[in-house]
T-cell receptor, first 113, second 115 residues
Framework: AQSVTQLGSHVSVSEGALVLLRCNYS??????LFWYVQYPNQGLQLLLK??????LVKGINGFEAEFKKSETSFHLTKPSAHMSDAAEYFC???????????FGTGTRLKVLA | EPEVTQTPSHQVTQMGQEVILRCVPI?????FYWYRQILGQKVEFLVS????????KSEIFDDQFSVERPDGSNFTLKIRSTKLEDSAMYFC?????????????FGEGSRLTVL
């Protein structure tokens, strides 16, 4: 079955350090790929997406992700963490081209002062 | 900024009771969705809805679940006879298009606790 794996349910980084959140998908057929962020008491917000074209995708708040077909990965990075980045991050894929997403379990990012 | 709103934010109910979760999608959106997340598990697709009918549903969305858009603004999820395993956060979402050139907007979620 198609699935999405996010390594690390909790990740802690120091303020100013690199943020790396991992996402791998299971299918040999490349899907459409998304990262969502959820701040406390808020809905899921789209950070960035890959549908076609350039494999390095830039999103909001300084985040970016690179689609690597050979590794079936779509890891999320940010060069320098900010306290406001503390949130839960969800990787999602769509194989159908619609919003029937398959989500990962989420990674809660903690930023240490 | 337009947003998807959901009520209630938290509902506690007894097993076997009916529950209705309400959502007000963004006003010009045409496609509507429900997802849920059981605590500690993945966010799962439940159902998509367009033009007053279900366009797609998952295996989770059995006969205990129903959706409707009763008045052109609200979009509801009804669970007829709740079970303990229905305890979850339920997310409503809406989009203008059902393909990925647009964006899917999520609400804050309604937490359902079944006792």
């Amino acid at each position: 079955a198609q699935s999405v794996t996010q390594l690390g349910s909790h990740v802690s980084v120091s303020e100013g350090a690199l943020v790396l959140l991992r996402c791998n998908y299971s299918s040999s057929v490349p899907p459409y790929l998304f990262w969502y962020v959820q701040y406390p008491n808020q809905g899921l917000q789209l950070l960035l997406k890959y549908t076609t074209g350039a494999t390095l995708v830039k999103g909001i708040n300084g985040f970016e992700a690179e689609f690597k077909k050979s590794e079936t990965s779509f890891h999320l990075t940010k060069p320098s963490a900010h306290m406001s980045d503390a949130a839960e991050y969800f990787c999602a894929v769509s194989y159908s081209g619609t919003y029937k997403y398959i989500f990962g379990t989420g990674t809660r990012l903690k930023v240490l002062a | 900024e337009p947003e998807v709103t959901q009520t209630p934010s938290h509902q506690v109910t007894q097993m076997g009771q009916e529950v209705i979760l309400r959502c007000v999608p963004i006003s010009n959106h045409l496609y509507f969705y429900w997802y849920r997340q059981i605590l500690g598990q993945k966010v799962e697709f439940l159902v998509s809805f367009y033009n007053n009918e279900i366009s797609e549903k998952s295996e989770i969305f059995d006969d205990q679940f129903s959706v409707e858009r009763p008045d052109g603004s609200n979009f509801t999820l009804k669970i007829r006879s709740t079970k303990l395993e229905d305890s979850a956060m339920y997310f409503c979402a809406s989009s203008y298009r059902d393909y990925l050139s647009g964006e899917l907007f999520f609400g804050e979620g309604s937490r359902l606790t079944v006792l």
